[in-house]
């Protein structure tokens, strides 16, 4: 991966949402290493958890259960739905896809899968077809068999829709919406169910439709209320399974609900979890029903080092700091008002504000409304950077501000970061 600024930084220490470089040069972290830093950098009690399991038990591959293993998988599936039941633990976002599909396709008996244009899954290499950014492929060969149907994306798509994002900020723009009845919605799952109605083959359908709640690479892209809604009973009438791709929503970062599921009132069938579940320890999940998980017959599933007692110690301290320090609390109260004090900046480069929680993007504009180009982002990005403050980047074409911190933040550091960001976009780097 490439440095995202000029003169790379070299990071030496975190400490909850601040990151030190090695000249000791203090920066507020907006981006937490990608939405994965969920309780703050070296959180004490996730430290304090990690030291003490890696003085009694690191490995044994899942050959034998551990008492770690065992306590988290309950911890674990108690936060979901009652169907949700069985954990395969993994390494990363991407490996849990990558079975997550495998499962679906192996329950169902299919073999197309159906994903959203804008989305991101995951590198590997079935997964890579499921990630339908070109910054991120290849010229060559990713998994295939993998549909994708047009983003319903309120800001850019045909339908607007950017008055029924379930967002606090609102943008003021056509909608096409009669009182609380989103046409958007509706008009973007026609376009969806045109292609499950005749991409697919015509007496099948697809494995399983496989998607994130919001766009997170893609620059934090919220589908119109209701929209998922419709997409998953179509899916799952067609007797086609519904994944929802929990790598950045989840663990309370939306504030209302633990799952970005919840938030659209869905039933998943599988869920695939990674980067904020280890607060940065390298560790991800599926969880699924004891249906689905049986279709794996008597090819068991094996991985190394996937539920290693360090990696259970760890996603089970942060499942409590998320409980004891009303980490979910916060981000809807300080989200809210971090999304706010975003729309109330007054620049001709802000074509957009959206997100829930803290999981926020903010889309640049030049003066004719396109995306700000490349070389003005970067000088953007840097300024910021100057002031003390990160943040991300993404969007189909890099023009949107990514802001995922810790949810540890306060809304101090929420004025700091606005004004940095308000600051650089009148004045420049
Ligand atoms: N799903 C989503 C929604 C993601 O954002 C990412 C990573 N950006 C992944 C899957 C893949 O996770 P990993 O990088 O841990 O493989």
């Known amino acids: 991966m490439g440095s995202y600024y000029k003169t ?29 830093v969920s309780v703050g950098h070296c959180h004490p009690k996730v430290n304090e958890a990690l030291k003490k399991q890696a003085d009694k038990l690191w490995h044994t591959t899942s050959i034998y259960l551990t008492t ?17 039941k069985v954990c395969f633990f993994v390494n990363s976002g991407s490996e849990a896809n990558d079975l997550a599909i495998e499962l679906a396709r192996l329950h169902t008996g299919r073999f197309d899968m159906l994903t959203m244009r804008n989305g991101y899954h995951g590198m590997t290499q079935t997964v890579l077809g499921c990630t339908n950014l070109g910054t991120w492929k290849q010229p060559l060969p990713s998994g295939f068999g993998i549909l994708k149907a047009p983003c319903p994306d309120p800001y850019h798509g045909p339908w607007g829709g950017s008055k029924c994002r379930d967002s606090p900020v609102k943008l003021k723009r056509d909608c096409h919406c009669l009182g609380d009845d989103c046409q958007a919605s509706r008009k973007y799952f026609k376009d969806f169910e045109d292609v499950l109605n005749y991409d ?8 399983a439709l496989l998607v994130e709640s919001i766009q997170g690479v893609g620059g934090t892209v919220q589908f119109p209320k209701g929209f998922l809604q419709k997409a998953f009973k179509a899916v799952q009438k067609r007797e086609g399974l519904c994944i929802s791709d929990e790598v950045q929503t989840g663990f309370g970062r939306l504030g209302s609900h633990f799952w970005g599921f919840e938030a659209h009132g869905v039933r998943p069938d599988i869920v695939t979890m990674a980067k904020g579940i280890g607060n940065g ?26 539920g290693n007692p360090i990696a259970c110690a760890v996603g089970s301290a942060v499942l409590d700091v998320i409980k004891n320090e009303k980490l979910q609390e916060n981000a809807a109260e300080v989200g809210t008002y971090f999304l706010k004090q975003l729309a109330s900046i007054d620049s001709p480069l802000i074509g957009d504000v959206r997100g829930k929680g803290l999981m926020i993007g903010v889309e640049l504009i030049d003066e004719t409304g396109g995306p700000l180009p490349r070389e003005r982002m970067a000088e953007i990005f840097e300024g910021i950077k100057e002031r003390g403050v990160l943040v991300g ?16 933040i306060n809304k101090q550091d929420v004025d700091k970061a606005v004004e940095a960001i308000a600051d650089t976009l009148k004045k420049g780097k």
């Open 8 to 36: 790379p930084l070299l990071i030496e220490r975190g400490e909850m949402q601040f990151l030190y470089d090695a000249d000791g040069k203090k920066y507020l972290d907006m981006f937490g290493g990608i939405v994965t």
């Open 68 to 84: 770690p293993i065992y306590e988290y998988a309950k911890k674990l599936t108690d936060k979901l739905p009652d169907h949700l």
């Open 200 to 207: 697919f083959p015509a007496s099948t359908g697809p494995a």
């Open 281 to 306: 320890y390298p560790m991800g999940a599926v969880v699924t029903t004891k249906e689905i998980a049986a279709s794996l017959g008597r090819a068991l599933y094996f991985n190394t080092y996937g």
């Open 393 to 408: 980047k993404g969007g189909l074409k890099g023009n949107v501000l990514r802001i995922k911190p810790p949810m540890c």
